[in-house]
């Protein structure tokens, strides 16, 4: 039987998605990027389900794309078939938020992976690098945009043109990533992160996503007059009735999702 190359899970409201390709590093190939983009798609339509979790091992989240797939490709072969467009692009359709839980190795694809998440949280022994210089490549799933948005164009040119590797602390301080913590408490921080977060209002953390999102898209006042339709939007909710009402009467709100 052939290993699944991811795995699935759930704990309450949240759905837990681990890349299993251990062998190599969770190297993504065609397999991975087409079960991921199916499963996140499952949990995006699923209203059991409030926030995903994207996990690889202790050793790597995932090393990058999978140059043993790679190596003898033409440019005719990837033009063709759209390489990356046609499989991994899939997780910027998603609606809910996704975190990131890395542990180890976030290289090239995989630190383009983390990067298309809305919240990455890392364990120290976390490593991120776009090291595709030195393959004669680059970056090619995002990491030339979301880096540079992430962490500012001097940071950025330095990881994508010296291929330098950062641990989780340098990460951390350079706002590539959203938190740090101990390994050993890695998932049990990241399950309780994710928990927390899907305890609230789903329609109203999608459209906050969405908000957010927006100001990579457009200019400020485009953004800011999206921001607005969608605050009033809120107050079509039974939601934002609930928590305000739950407020004011100094209680938790009970979200209904709606
Ligand atoms: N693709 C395919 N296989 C990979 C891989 C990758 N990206 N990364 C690691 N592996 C495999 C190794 O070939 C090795 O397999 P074997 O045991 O069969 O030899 C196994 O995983 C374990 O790796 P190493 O023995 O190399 O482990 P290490 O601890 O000595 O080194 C490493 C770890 C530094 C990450 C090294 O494996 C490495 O440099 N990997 C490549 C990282 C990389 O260049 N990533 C970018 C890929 S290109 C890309 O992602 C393009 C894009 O933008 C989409």
Known sequence: MPE????????????????????????????????????????????????????G??????AGADIAVMANWTYSDVYNSNFITRNWEAIRQIRKPVIASVAGLALGG??????????????????????EIKLGLLPGAGGTQRLPRAIGKAKAMDMCLTARVLDAA???????????????????????????????????????????????????????????????ARFATSDAREGMQAFMQKRQPAFEHR
Do not use: W
Request: proline content about 2%; hydrophobic content about 50%.
């Open 170 to 232: 340098e990460a951390d301080r350079y706002g590539l990533i959203s938190r740090v913590v101990d390994d050993e408490t890695l998932r049990e921080q990241t399950l309780a992160l994710a928990a927390s977060v899907a305890s609230f209002s789903a329609p109203a953390l999608m459209a906050l996503k969405e908000c957010v999102n927006r100001a990579f898209e457009s200019t400020l006042s485009e953004g800011v007059l999206f921001e607005r339709r969608e605050l009033h």
């Open 57 to 62: 091992s202790a050793r790597a989240f995932a």
């Open 110 to 131: 995989g630190c383009e992976l983390a990067l298309s998440c809305d919240i990455i949280i890392a364990g120290r022994s976390a490593k991120f690098g776009l090291p």
């Open 4 to 55: 699944d190359v991811i795995l699935t899970a759930r704990d309450g409201r949240v759905g837990i998605i681990t890349l299993n390709r251990p062998k190599v590093l969770n190297a993504l190939n065609d397999d991975l990027m087409n079960a991921l983009g199916a499963a996140l798609t499952a949990f995006d339509v699923d209203e059991t389900i409030g926030v995903i979790v994207l996990e």
